[in-house]
Nanobody, 118 residues
Framework: QVQLVESGGGLVQAGGSLRLSCAAS????????MGWYRQAPGKQRELVAV???????TYADSVKGRFTISRENAKNTVYLQMNSLKPEDTAVYYC????????????WGQGSQVTVSS
């Protein structure tokens, strides 16, 4: 069973930066996608950014140019560097892992609170 352990959330002023990290506790399949989703109060969970095992990335329009997703395959770890944070970025951020073999295996982290004050 894979567990995703997140770290790095917190409180920051608008315009500031935070970095989230997420480490998988066990070996993961080579065909995988890791990423970050977020959920603000009263809203649905939404994609923030994902990165494939080969390094291809996808970002939500709302974070393009401000957030950067990266990964260290040797450490089974994904990062989210968040710059120029805005109050509307306030949410619980969840790490996500999808692994593909004959079926898809999906895992979620415990969630990290990110609060951006104006």
């Amino acid at each position: 069973q894979v567990q995703l352990v997140e770290s790095g959330g917190g409180l920051v002023q608008a315009g500031g930066s935070l970095r989230l990290s997420c480490a998988a506790s066990a070996r993961i399949f080579s065909n995988n996608v890791m990423g970050w989703y977020r959920q603000a109060p009263g809203k649905q969970r939404e994609l923030v950014a994902v990165i494939g095992s080969g390094g291809s990335t996808t970002y939500a329009d709302s974070v393009k140019g401000r957030f950067t997703i990266s990964r260290e395959n040797a450490k089974n770890t994904v990062y989210l560097q968040m710059n120029s944070l805005k109050p509307e970025d306030t949410a619980v951020y969840y790490c996500n892992l999808n692994m593909y073999l004959t079926v898809k295996y999906e895992y979620w982290g415990q969630g990290s609170q990110v609060t951006v004050s104006s």
